[in-house]
């Protein structure tokens, strides 16, 4: 429980991290991705088994797109926005399971759709300026991309998620190469990559797998809240940035209702 609420406190870092890296967005994505798939090829290179089927690849381009999207959504809007929007993923999960996976939607389901849905509105009430208004329709992209990993990963059943992340990672740093070498990055700036890459994308993977293995999903789910939490705080703290009253209101809603429908589904199972 210490190492997964570890976990997801080097996640929540993130926000602030990219924040301060004073380089383009794709830049940051790539150098960080690049940095990340080494470190997790070194921490994993004697359980890797690449065998690049279509659902494999599947989850690569999901991982990627939510990589993508996330940074740039974190400069384009507030953090707290990223952040939250991107815990949209259950809604498209729900919506698509039963035709990518042959499961059932139950009417409880629908009922979490519509409330998350309500919750995502609110994000648009603030005063945005046209690139946090920008920001905020990308990082629906990123719940999207989150989605379309989540099912893949599903597809995979057993499947380890390491080499679909390190495959993700790699699709990031040949989208951002073009992006990597138009003005390199300060001390400061490169201080915060070696972070983002090595730590908070590298490392953090190895606790999190580590962990979730010895732990119930109602306490994974339970514990991983910090994530949505922490990001915004820690981006108050260190870059002043205050997100908008309505986003606040529409975060706990889709919180609320993302944490809910996450314990209900895990005493289900118990």
Request: with cysteine; charged share 10%.
């Amino acid at each position: 429980m210490i190492l997964m609420a570890v976990t997801a406190l080097i996640w929540s870092s993130g926000g602030l991290a990219i924040k301060l890296v004073d380089i383009n967005p794709m830049a940051i994505t790539g150098f960080r991705s690049m940095l990340a798939a080494l470190t997790l090829g070194v921490l994993f290179r004697r359980r890797l088994h690449f065998c690049f089927s279509p659902i494999q690849w599947g989850a690569a381009m999901g991982y990627a797109g939510l990589l993508i999207t996330n940074v740039v959504a974190t400069k384009l809007t507030t953090s707290a926005n990223a952040i939250l929007l991107a815990y949209t993923a259950p809604v498209y999960v729900a919506m698509l399971a039963p035709w990518l996976l042959k499961e059932k939607t139950r009417r409880s389901d629908w009922v979490f759709i519509s409330v998350t849905v309500g919750g995502m509105t609110l994000f648009f009430l603030d005063k945005l300026s046209p690139s946090g208004l920008w920001g905020n329709i990308i990082a629906i992209g990123t719940g999207f991309s989150y989605a379309i990993f989540t099912l893949c990963m599903r597809a995979q059943k057993d499947a380890s998620p390491v080499e679909s992340v390190i495959m993700g990672h790699v699709i990031t740093a040949l989208c951002g190469l073009p992006f990597m070498f138009d003005a390199m990055p300060d001390f400061e700036s490169w201080t915060g990559l070696i972070y983002l890459g090595i730590f908070q994308q590298g490392i953090s993977l190895a606790l999190y797998t580590w962990a979730i293995k010895r732990l119930g999903a109602l306490e994974a789910i339970l514990i991983m809240m910090l994530e949505p939490i922490f990001n915004p705080l820690f981006v108050a703290i260190g870059y002043g940035e205050l997100p908008g009253l309505w986003a606040v209101i529409g975060g706990l809603v889709v919180m609320g209702a993302v944490t809910l429908r996450g314990a209900m589904g895990a005493l289900r199972k118990a």
